[in-house]
């Protein structure tokens, strides 16, 4: 199952294929729970099946994104699998990575089925392809339902987004969080108690389908009442509800980061070639992915502020972003000294190229006096992607109060989405002026 980072006990680490695995400890103790009912034999073969199956499950989409020029890393924990990388797919690679686990899963339990008849009835050798049948071929298929944080799940939002554009990831995960519901409900009442446990259990590990069709039908609900709906709260928080996002590509992302991240911090950003940028291998940040992992927002700050790899600032951004972690690092980054400003722009200009724009507004906000005249021209980029003509002034207003500023080809054709408007098209002609001053 691709994901996020997971908190897990001490680990097995090892490579294979050229992949990073570990095995955690959790993992081969919740192996052993579950089949504690066998004998001895029995039980150390149903383990090695659970691991090998489950190994051989992310090593599906662990080769499915080698074919994207991007390594993950693999992780056996308490409730399974995770592969996880650094970047945002596109909806139709998404599609492709999240099914290539379990569809090897489905196609191993098959050829399973095809050995079992010539196995002795009763015997071990019997039993063992049996187990092999049950957890490749039918948990391959469980995945491949739309419940919230299985690859089904994965593959049903990825869909919307694929036939709907950007706007298809709400409605696509109120559908998951729908299904979801609808899938444990049945389960129970049919008596397979265990499948509703798994999608409550999941429920909690990913409940952002879920705090989708809350918000919803909290709106529905105040609307109906007459009132209008609450506020989300500030600006910069964890989770993605309320955030706009774009679907872009890997490269695209990177592009968009690396032009930002030059126009922003200026003489403090290394040199980026923009090609290198986008061909080279995503960055292993696990450190990073650890200290997500912990909660460690201070030491996440800290990295964050201190690295000089764009490609890694941007791999730090998404495993923030992904482990709920921006709240905690924002704050932290907030209550700093003056070196602070710098992880604070690095990490506005990562939500900006992440398509997190309200976060990345925050992360503006949060720089308050040290805030740049680049800083200020983000904010108006976010509001033209945005479509708020409003914040676009404001921001424009922020970058001409603070002085010179380049305007690169990119802000002119973000700014450009606002249409004609003369506040607008008077204040980047007195930002011009300040490039020729």
Known sequence: MPGAAVLSLP???FKLFGFPVAIGLDFL?????????LPGQYLVIWVAILAVSILVHELGHAFALRRYGITPQIRLWGMGGLTTWGFALPPRKTIVVSAAGPLLGVAIGLAAMQVEPRMQAGSMADWTVQMVVWVNLYWGLLNLLPIAALDGGNITTSAFVLVLGPRGRVPGLIFV????????????????????????IFALLNPTPYQELRRILSRRASASAGTAPASSGTRARDGHAGSRSV????AGVRRVFGEAYVETLGDRARAVDLDDLETRPAPLVSDVAAMVARGDDADLAARLTSEGDPLTVLAIVARVVDGRRLGGVLKTLKRGDGRAADGLLKLQVGLFALGRFEDSIGAAGALGGDGSAASALLVARC????????????GLERAVALGHLSLSDAALGDIARVGPDERVAELLTRLRATQTA
């Open 177 to 200: 969080a729908l299904s979801s519901l609808v899938i444990a409900v049945i389960a129970f009442a049919i008596g397979i108690v265990y499948l509703a446990v798994i999608v409550a």
């Open 29 to 37: 103790l919740i192996a052993v729970l579950f089949g504690s009912v």
């Open 247 to 250: 679907a872009t590509s890997p």
């Open 11 to 13: 680990s097995l680490q």
């Open 383 to 394: 509001g033209a992607r945005m479509g708020d003509r409003k914040l676009v002034r404001q």
